[in-house]
């Protein structure tokens, strides 16, 4: 018997084996006769030998049923070999025509085509193509599709796929056809159709050449109307990647599809973009302005990789965040354009910390280009797109706005219709620019969150600041090489509270960097890594006093967030008394009351640091003390401040439903303070929940006020949470915060609850939204999921368990909280590994499943 870690390695894929396709597939012609049970795919692939070899055409194949295979219009006897087909082609080009039937209904992995709702839809990254037909699936076979949709015209009255519109054709017997032809080649992972009973919200979008694009919203009809936000987000991607890089869109139609069943985000197929609904559909009623924003920027992301993964692709998996990185990048910037861009950043910065710093310190870090991978679907990771974003801004501030945009059009110009990799795009970023990226190319290889220490020594007038990197070893790599980071850094006088200078650009390239500061009138504070310009941690010694300081003066927003996030993790360290804190926190609510602080960023500065943050910092996370201090801080804050809380609700709630900055911070710093007076418990402060609840105007609104009373033991949590339930029944992505709300909740009975809701007639393991929002969100509550008896760990495993039989790539992601248990204590590292242990030795386990148990426990 071979273990399960042997088994793996014989199924891992490599990097340096990467060949060039045997085989080029020109052109594919599709024939699909839609069916929920049964679908017919007929393909004709003109395929030409690549290159002067004999091997023979091998095409991928995955649950498929093959009913003919024909070479040049000969039957042929070949057997597929598991998921492998091999033909023998004698010449150098062929035709080669197969019948598959595949079973939509079935299709629980939502990989292939599948049914969700009463629609059939395709998801094929990264590999569900070979699941419609027998292909080469890799994305460097490039191929011009033309593709016919047959069936059931009451069923299926709509027919999408990528490209533009072609012939439709009445048939006998109530059916019908339609006929697309993609006049751009690509990969087979960008292929997508669509049919079923939707509407659509339709628009136009004239492009700076004149071409006028038809964009069509497609969703159930009754929810039409909430389609607006993502259409104006839609025309305003449009615009903007025209502005800002010079892309045009290139076909006469936009399409996209809202689905309920979804395993990712959205995805990017050529002019066919699918979503999860949540990325589509918002209004006032439904959407949180979070929500709102993340609708922006998704259907912003899916669209800029028009350019960046559609026009030019990938040559191999390896090379995901050559697409992933950049368009993150890409939607970041255009997200922070949309107005308030310091919030953004903050957000932005907030997300790779939760997300990503703590996958670079565990077990799964891998570095933005892997090397190695069993399942590709486990490398869709905050490491792939969101460290992969960081690398690509660090360009951005290394060769300057010009800089970087002569390097994009050179990308553009050199590579548009290839599949390419990340190599060429730092190529062409050097060719462009002139600098020398050699060491700059580490950020691709070499896993790990770099950190930089800083000291300073002040003699006289004189400063000089040292600045020490260091990288400390990841799975696989026992030794790093030196990183070349862009480093802004500043001074704050202690005295004038003014910025000293010029901000200063740091290249930091070597192990020890020194700076010296002359003729400096006054003592000194360092302002570091000014809208984190590096994604590094930095250690620097700081008082508490200097701190609250920074947190009053620096002139770079993120960074004088960033003063306040260290003095709440200073204090949060420790049993002191948080005065330290409650003066800062009162300073910024007396900033922003004067008007010298937006109220949005006010919101956020004012934000405690998670649980989970907290943890991150210690080598052990220790569960109850951070709940314990964390509480106790909140405790603090909101009864010493509670006259100024009031002050901010009063003036900050009831904002109506604008969806301008103003209105959204004003949104955010009143929860905020909704939040700090039902802590500080006053029977006014359930009173002032409940009327916030009730006359909300917006789901901001409603939904904060839910999540203010949700940790309490009262009347109005139970009014509310039962209100929230009847009221927004039959909506799932509403539902979906219901869940959510109920699982974060930090209550000593939440654990129990999550058993009840798991038994709850609305869930289920089938909807991947519905997963993360009621097992995902239990996983990230630290205090309870963490329950020293294991518990939560023991319902994690079951979950994952049993949704691994109907989805690997949803059940893996659930390996990944577990993974982390080498940062806690003894005991509960040994309840976590033994769940591990539990889900590797299960039989029958999934691939996914097994590569995340097995790199977990190594
Ligand atoms: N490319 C899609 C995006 O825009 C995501 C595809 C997700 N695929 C997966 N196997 N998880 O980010
Ligand atoms: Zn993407």
Redesign the pocket.
């Given at each position: 018997m071979l273990d399960a870690r042997t088994v793996l390695q014989m199924n891992e894929v490599r990097l340096s084996d990467y060949r060039p396709p045997d085989w080029l597939v020109p052109t594919v012609a599709l024939d699909v006769r839609l069916d929920v049970d049964r679908t017919l795919v007929t393909s004709r692939l003109t395929v030409t030998r690549n290159g002067d070899h004999r091997r023979p055409l091998r095409l991928d194949g995955q649950d498929l049923e093959t009913r003919r295979i024909l070479v040049d219009g000969a039957p042929v006897e070949a057997v597929p070999n598991g998921e492998e087909l091999v033909l023998a082609i004698p010449g150098d080009s062929a035709v080669v025509e197969i019948e598959v039937a595949i079973a939509p209904r079935t299709n629980t992995r939502l990989m292939g085509l599948y049914g969700s709702d009463d629609l059939l839809v395709t998801?094929c990254?990264?590999e569900g193509f070979r699941r419609i037909t027998w292909f080469p699936d890799r994305p460097d076979v490039l191929s011009l599709y033309t593709v016919r949709l047959e069936g059931d015209a009451a069923q299926f009255p709509i027919l999408l796929s990528n490209g533009d519109r072609g012939a439709a054709e009445t048939l006998d017997g109530g059916r019908h056809a339609v006929t697309w032809t993609d006049p751009w080649p690509k990969p087979s992972y960008l292929f997508a159709m669509v049919g079923g009973q939707l509407a659509a919200l339709r628009d136009e979008f004239v492009t700076m050449n004149g071409r006028r694009v038809e964009l069509a919203i497609w969703t159930a009809a009754a929810d039409v109307g909430r389609c607006s936000h993502a259409m104006a987000a839609l025309k305003a991607s449009m615009d903007w990647d025209e502005r800002i890089y010079g892309r045009e869109y290139d076909l006469d139609q936009f399409n996209i599809v809202a689905v309920s069943d979804f395993?990712?985000?959205?995805?990017?197929n050529k002019g066919l973009n699918v979503f999860n609904s949540k990325y589509i559909l918002a209004d006032s009623e439904t959407a949180t302005d979070a929500d709102f924003d993340a609708v922006a920027g998704v259907v912003a992301?899916?669209y800029f990789?028009n350019w960046t993964?559609n026009r030019v692709t990938c040559r191999d998996w390896f090379q995901l965040s050559l697409k992933?990185g950049l368009?993150v990048f890409r939607d970041q910037q255009f997200s922070a354009d949309q107005g308030s861009a310091a919030v953004r950043r903050i957000d932005d910065v907030r997300a790779l910390r939760a997300v990503q710093f703590p996958e670079d310190a565990g077990p799964h870090a891998h570095p933005i280009r892997p090397d190695h991978y069993v399942e590709?679907?486990n490398f869709?990771t905050a490491t792939v797109?969101n460290k992969g974003a960081e690398v690509i801004r660090m360009l951005h501030t290394l060769l300057g706005r010009d800089g970087f945009r002569r390097g994009t059009d050179l990308y553009f110009e050199r590579h548009d219709g290839q599949a390419v990799t990340c190599e060429d795009w730092v190529a062409a970023m050097e060719a462009a620019t002139g600098r020398n990226l050699t060491q700059f190319r580490r950020w691709y290889d070499q896993a790990g969150t770099p950190t930089v220490t800083v000291h300073m020594a002040r003699a006289g007038r004189q400063l000089t600041v040292n600045l020490a990197q260091s990288l400390a070893a990841t799975p696989g790599q026992p030794s790093k090489a030196m990183m070349h980071m862009p480093f802004r850094l500043a001074l704050i006088g202690r005295d004038s509270g003014r910025r000293i200078g010029d901000e200063r650009l740091v290249e930091l390239t070597a192990g020890e960097t020194r700076l010296v500061f002359e003729d400096l009138d006054e003592p000194v504070l360092l302002s570091l890594n000014r809208g984190f310009s590096a994604p590094v941690k930095v250690v620097a010694p700081a008082s508490r006093a200097d701190l609250a300081f920074l947190a009053g003066a620096d002139d770079d927003p993120f960074a004088r967030w960033e003063a306040m996030q260290r003095l709440s993790l200073d204090v949060l360290a420790t049993d002191d008394d948080p005065h330290e804190l409650v003066d800062a926190i009162a300073a910024t609510l007396a900033d922003g009351a004067a008007g010298r602080l937006d109220p949005a960023f006010v919101g956020e500065a004012v934000l405690l640091p998670t649980e989970a943050f907290i943890g991150d910092q210690a080598s052990v996370v220790d569960v109850e003390s951070i709940h314990r201090r964390r509480e106790a801080a909140r405790a603090a804050i909101a009864a010493v401040l509670e006259p100024q809380w009031w002050q901010a609700w009063h003036w900050h709630s009831g904002t109506g439903t604008a969806l301008n900055a103003g209105a959204k911070g004003a949104r955010r710093l009143a929860n905020v303070a909704l939040a700090y007076l039902v802590t500080a418990g006053s029977a006014e402060a359930l009173a002032a929940a409940r009327q916030q609840y009730d006359g909300a105007a917006t789901m901001t609104d409603r939904i904060g006020a839910l999540s203010a009373l949700i940790n309490t033991d009262t009347p109005e949590r139970d009014a509310c949470l039962a209100d929230f339930y009847d009221r927004f029944a039959g909506n799932g992505d509403v539902i979906d915060k219901w869940f959510t709300v109920q699982a974060l909740s930090t209550r000593a009975d939440t654990l129990e609850q999550v058993q009840v809701l798991l038994r709850h007639k609305d869930f289920t393991l089938h909807n991947p939204n519905r997963l993360r929002a009621l097992v995902g969100a239990f996983a990230a509550n630290q205090r309870r999921f963490h329950a020293a008896d294991g518990s939560g760990y023991r319902l994690l495993a079951d979950q994952l368990l049993a949704v691994d039989r109907i989805n690997p790539?949803s059940a893996a992601r659930l390996a990944v909280p577990l993974g982390r248990w080498q940062r806690f204590d003894a005991g509960r590292g040994a309840l976590m590994q033994a769940q591990l242990q539990r889900i590797a030795g299960t039989a029958g386990v999934s691939k996914d499943v097994m590569e995340m148990a097995t790199r977990a426990l190594a």
């Open positions: 998801q990254e990264a395993n990712a985000g959205a995805m990017e992301h899916e990789h993964g992933e368009t590709i679907g869709y797109y790539q």
